[in-house]
């Protein structure tokens, strides 16, 4: 059974440029979340998608966009992009909400 | 309001326990879970207790929760040298939430032969 899976693993980016990031849920599970973990810090959440909607957001600008798809799958845009979005980017995966499983992340530099 | 804490570092010997330790300040918090990072790795679930639970046990990991003082900490038994790794600390709700999870900063776990 593969677990959530992410893609790129790495992406190098210039200020100002769009970037999207992909995300495949684990087998079974409808909810996809997002986060962001800057270096030395604790992931923080962006938003959550089920049902091909967003369902919750957290503290980010409308520079931070996402998509579901109906197989679940998910992806997430960032436009305009700064030197301060550089970060790992991670998708949790979650069929009931109290347990998500998260992939192994993007590593997005802003160069 | 929202904020979860812990220490950042912690170091112990081979086959010693290890106590990494967790302040949150949201009393409403249902579920409150640990999660680990290996470097250059995505977050790996450990475990996780729910808010009327006051402990809970899973192999070498003890969960140990004290709702009045919101403290939460995690204890390794018999620690081995592939438990280093970052150790989050992790809080959510239930019920009108989605499951957003509010981590902390992370403690470090070095585990030294």
């Known amino acids: 059974d593969a677990g959530v899976t992410q893609s790129p693993t790495h992406l190098i980016k210039t200020r100002g440029q769009q970037v999207t990031l992909r995300c495949s849920p684990k087998?079974?599970?409808?909810?996809v979340s997002w986060y962001q973990q800057a270096l030395g810090q604790g992931p923080q959440f962006i938003f959550q998608?089920?049902?091909?909607?967003?369902?919750q957001r957290g503290n980010f600008p409308d520079r931070f966009s996402g998509h579901q798809f109906p197989n679940y799958s998910s992806e997430l845009n960032v436009n305009a992009l700064l030197l301060g979005d550089s970060a790992l980017y991670l998708c949790?995966?979650?069929?009931?909400?109290?347990?998500?499983?998260f992939g192994p992340g993007t590593r997005l530099t802003v160069t | 309001g929202e904020d979860v804490e812990q220490s950042l570092f912690l170091s112990v010997r081979e086959g010693d326990s290890s106590v990494i330790n967790c302040t949150y300040t949201d009393s409403s918090s249902t579920y409150l879970y640990w999660y680990k990072q290996e470097p250059g790795a995505g977050l790996q679930l450990l475990t996780y207790?729910?808010?009327?639970?006051d402990m809970k046990q899973d192999q070498r990991l003890t969960v140990l929760l004290n709702k009045k003082d919101k403290h939460l900490s995690l204890r390794i038994a018999d620690t081995q040298t592939g438990d280093s790794a970052i150790y989050f600390c992790a809080e959510s709700k239930s019920s009108g939430n989605t499951g957003k999870l509010i981590f902390g900063q992370g403690t470090t776990l070095q585990v030294k032969p």
């Open positions: 949790a995966s979650s069929f009931v909400s109290y347990e998500q499983y």
């Open positions: 087998s079974g599970h409808d909810t």
């Open positions: 998608y089920y049902e091909e909607e967003e369902r």
């Open positions: 207790i729910f808010s009327n639970m």
